[in-house]
Nanobody, 125 residues
């Protein structure tokens, strides 16, 4: 079993930056595929970024490409999401997700077995 705990959310002005962290316990994350999703009020949970287990190409939603960076520190069993040039439309609850199997693909939320409780990001204009 894997437990995921997000942190780093908060209130920031448009154009600012935040770094989200996802700390895992229960298993070593180095072989797990990890991702960030987000959900704004009234919207479906949507894919933001993913990083394959064992290394490989990262994936991003078009809306965050060039502004957000996903990374992992296997020694700390932690995944990060660096968010720069934030926009009001980035306002959402951000969730960390993990899976050992790639399933339907790393951009699909149904692929992921493990989820954190979420951390809220609010970007003011």
């Amino acid at each position: 079993q894997v437990q995921l705990v997000e942190s780093g959310g908060g209130l920031v002005q448009a154009g600012g930056s935040l770094r989200l962290s996802c700390a895992a316990s229960g298993r070593a994350l180095n072989t797990y595929h990890m991702a960030w999703f987000r959900q704004a009020p009234g919207n479906e949970r949507e894919f933001v970024a993913a990083i394959p287990g064992g290394g490989g190409t990262t994936h991003y939603a078009d809306s965050v490409k060039g502004r957000f960076t996903i990374s992992r520190d296997n020694a700390k069993n932690t995944v990060y999401l660096q968010m720069n040039s934030l926009k009001p439309e980035d306002t959402a609850v951000y969730y960390c997700a993990g899976t050992y199997y790639s399933g339907r693909g790393l951009k699909e939320k149904t692929t992921y077995e493990y989820w954190g409780q979420g951390t809220r990001v609010t970007v003011s204009s």
